[in-house]
């Protein structure tokens, strides 16, 4: 079976300094991966989606993330951080021919000014 | 751009009654759409995957006898939650895409609250 733990539920880092959310999954097969990012009392916004080629892959607002088959993660990156990045990060992953996406638990970036 | 509006956004219920909640698409067919239960700590669920002219497909823990969706139109889906209990209380977020493999966008969601 499929999962995705994301082992951080809550990340502090200050204002301007760089940030790193932790993703694993377990998969046999190489899955489709996202990062979903919710802000307070809002749905969900896809910030990037890897599904193959360039391990790297940038997103919106200067997040990126990498993905790396040997260590089954996919962790979210971003070189300095502003306060309005506060929010709660959900990492995914899509791995059948049904197209379900499964979520992880998520991890609350608070960012200290 | 690809918008998926979903209404009411906050409604609250009392105990053993059923409540209806809609999802619309905009911008894009919705040929596939996924219903969410996201907890008060945050967790989700997937309650369902619909996909247009297919059978829908509940999840384990999930049925149509107490989820039942209708997803008649590639802009449009619903669901109800029949005779909802403190249990069922949560976010409920629809994620919408055209086909495939396609980014899946989500609505606000329809806060559920049960009395």
């Known amino acids: 079976a499929q999962s995705v733990t994301q082992p951080d539920a809550r990340v502090t880092v200050s204002e301007g300094a760089s940030l790193q959310l932790r993703c694993k999954y377990s998969?046999?097969?190489?899955?489709?991966l996202f990062w979903y990012v919710q802000y307070p009392r809002q749905g969900l916004q896809l910030l990037l989606k890897y599904y193959s080629g360039d391990p790297v892959v940038q997103g919106v607002n200067s997040f990126e993330a990498e993905f790396s088959k040997s260590n089954s993660s996919f962790h979210l990156q971003k070189a300095s951080v502003h306060w309005s990045d506060s929010a709660v990060y959900f990492c995914a992953l899509s791995m059948d021919s049904n197209n379900r996406i499964f979520f992880g638990d998520g991890t609350q970036l608070v960012v200290k000014p | 751009g690809a918008l998926v509006y979903q209404y009411p956004r906050r409604t609250i219920c009392k105990s053993g009654t059923s409540m209806r909640m809609e999802c619309q698409a905009v911008g894009f067919q919705a040929t596939s759409v996924a219903w969410y239960r996201q907890s008060p700590q945050k967790t989700f669920e997937l309650i369902a995957l619909?996909?247009?002219?297919?059978?829908?497909?509940?999840e384990q823990n999930f049925t149509q006898e107490k989820f039942p969706i209708s997803h008649p139109n590639l802009s449009f889906s619903s669901m109800t939650v029949l005779n909802a209990y403190l249990e069922d209380r949560g976010l409920y977020l629809c994620?919408?895409?055209?086909?495939?493999?396609?980014?899946?966008?989500f609505g606000a969601g329809t806060r559920l609250s049960v009395l």
């Open positions: 998969y046999s097969a190489t899955p489709y």
């Open positions: 619909s996909t247009v002219n297919s059978a829908i497909k509940y």
């Open positions: 994620g919408a895409r055209v086909g495939g493999w396609d980014t899946l966008y």
